[in-house]
């Protein structure tokens, strides 16, 4: 059984050894290469996200010149494996079990990239080269909403609300029957969570056109009071609404793997629409950006080996790969059967 991750920087491995990247400010990468070992004959699909350093952000001269290179690797790399469109859906349902993984691309974070309401025109430019998932904040450094960190109690923006109106507008523009856009929540702080989630409960048919994920990172319970966006309040508002969460197996999310499970026990005791269960949790490994991975939980092969035989057949299957497959699939234009059969 492999695993469906919901975000990793895998280009991030190549951080010592490319022009790319400011190689000074990824000198703790190289202490956690293991983290990918194995990664792509142990995953199905990753989300392959685009992401650099604050600081190597602000050296970029042109940002988005940057991303596009940034994007450029990951064509490259993931040539014929990328989920772009429903014929790619197709060939990735075809593959053997023992085949390569397939990636689906992200962005980590808007935070160099939206500074403005012009910078939203190139959103559709992103949308047609097969990004799929808009995580909207990183850090502090933000203008579309605070970020899960000390200080920062801003909520959603004006510009991140048009931000979210703009990716609804391009799903609009593609149809039922097309790819569309996933909004991911990872890094907004508890207000803008909030609001985040308000603007989905005020029109209930966005979530017929937007996905919604909180791709990786931790949740707030009674014995873990962190910084996080997933207060427990924002946790029973997500649930209700099919978000999919990701859980990130390291530090600084959880200490060990007994907390890790503790935390797919508490999400799963919140109703996901309506039903208590464990559907709608995923696993977002982080790996890479993790400061440090758990024990039995260092890569992708005993991850899901610790999966495998710490929950139930069925849970563990749905947790390494069934509820984020349905998520990340859609987003590649695989059409659910209530919209195929026409259904509002």
Same mark, same amino acid.
């Given at each position: 059984?492999?695993?469906?991750?919901?975000?990793? *920087?895998?280009?991030?491995?190549?951080?010592?050894?490319?022009?790319?990247?400011?190689?000074?400010?990824?000198?703790?990468?190289?202490?956690? +290469?293991?983290?990918?070992?194995?990664?792509?004959?142990?995953?199905?699909?990753?989300?392959?996200?685009?992401?650099?350093?604050?600081?190597? &952000?602000?050296?970029?001269?042109?940002? &988005?010149?940057? +991303?596009?290179?940034?994007?450029?690797?990951?064509?490259?790399?993931?040539?014929?494996?990328? +989920?772009?469109?429903?014929?790619?859906?197709?060939?990735? *349902?075809?593959?053997?079990?023992?085949?390569?993984? &397939?990636?689906?691309?992200?962005?980590?974070?808007?935070?160099? /990239?939206?500074?403005?309401?012009?910078?939203?025109?190139? /959103?559709?430019?992103?949308?047609?080269?097969?990004?799929?998932?808009?995580?909207?904040?990183?850090?502090?450094?933000?203008?579309?909403?605070?970020?899960?960190?000390?200080?920062?109690?801003?909520?959603?923006?004006?510009?991140?609300?048009?931000?979210?109106?703009?990716?609804?507008?391009?799903?609009?523009?593609?149809?039922?029957?097309?790819?569309?856009?996933?909004?991911?929540?990872?890094?907004?702080?508890?207000?803008?969570?909030?609001?985040?989630?308000? &603007?989905?409960?005020?029109?209930?048919?966005?979530?017929?056109?937007?996905?919604?994920?909180?791709?990786?990172?931790?949740?707030?319970?009674?014995?873990?009071?962190?910084?996080?966006?997933?207060?427990?309040? $924002?946790?029973?508002?997500?649930?209700?609404?099919?978000?999919?969460?990701?859980?990130?197996?390291?530090?600084?999310?959880?200490?060990?793997?007994?907390?890790?499970?503790?935390?797919?026990?508490?999400?799963?005791?919140?109703?996901?629409?309506?039903?208590?269960?464990?559907?709608?949790?995923?696993?977002?490994?982080?790996? /890479?950006? /993790?400061?440090?991975?758990?024990?039995?939980?260092? *890569?992708?092969?005993?991850?899901?080996?610790?999966?495998?035989?710490?929950?139930?057949?069925?849970?563990?299957?749905?947790?390494?790969?069934? $509820?984020?497959?349905?998520?990340?699939?859609?987003?590649?234009?695989?059409?659910?059967?209530?919209?195929?059969?026409?259904?509002?």
């Amino acid at each position: 059984m492999r695993l469906i991750d919901l975000h990793c *920087n895998w280009a991030l491995q190549y951080a010592g050894e490319t022009c790319q990247y400011d190689a000074a400010a990824y000198a703790d990468v190289g202490t956690r +290469l293991d983290q990918v070992e194995g990664y792509l004959t142990g995953t199905g699909i990753a989300v392959l996200t685009c992401g650099r350093r604050a600081g190597d &952000w602000t050296q970029q001269p042109d940002a &988005w010149k940057t +991303l596009g290179e940034m994007i450029a690797r990951y064509e490259a790399e993931f040539s014929g494996r990328l +989920l772009i469109g429903p014929d790619d859906v197709t060939r990735w *349902n075809a593959e053997p079990p023992d085949g390569i993984g &397939w990636g689906i691309l992200g962005i980590e974070g808007f935070d160099a /990239l939206v500074r403005a309401p012009d910078d939203l025109d190139r /959103l559709p430019g992103l949308f047609r080269r097969g990004v799929r998932v808009f995580q909207l904040v990183e850090t502090e450094a933000s203008a579309l909403g605070g970020a899960a960190v000390p200080g920062d109690d801003r909520g959603l923006t004006e510009l991140g609300r048009a931000f979210l109106d703009r990716l609804d507008g391009l799903s609009r523009a593609c149809g039922p029957s097309e790819p569309c856009p996933v909004v991911d929540l990872a890094d907004l702080n508890s207000r803008a969570t909030a609001e985040v989630l308000a &603007w989905f409960e005020s029109d209930r048919t966005r979530l017929h056109r937007l996905l919604l994920v909180r791709s990786h990172g931790t949740i707030e319970t009674p014995r873990r009071p962190v910084v996080t966006g997933l207060s427990a309040e $924002n946790l029973r508002r997500f649930r209700a609404l099919g978000g999919v969460v990701g859980l990130s197996p390291g530090l600084p999310f959880f200490d060990s793997p007994e907390e890790f499970r503790d935390g797919i026990e508490a999400i799963a005791a919140v109703p996901f629409r309506g039903l208590a269960g464990y559907m709608g949790i995923g696993i977002g490994t982080d790996f /890479l950006n /993790l400061e440090q991975s758990l024990p039995h939980l260092a *890569n992708v092969s005993r991850l899901t080996e610790w999966l495998a035989a710490n929950f139930p057949p069925d849970v563990a299957a749905s947790l390494i790969c069934g $509820n984020a497959r349905k998520h990340l699939i859609r987003a590649a234009g695989e059409v659910p059967s209530h919209l195929r059969r026409g259904h509002p």
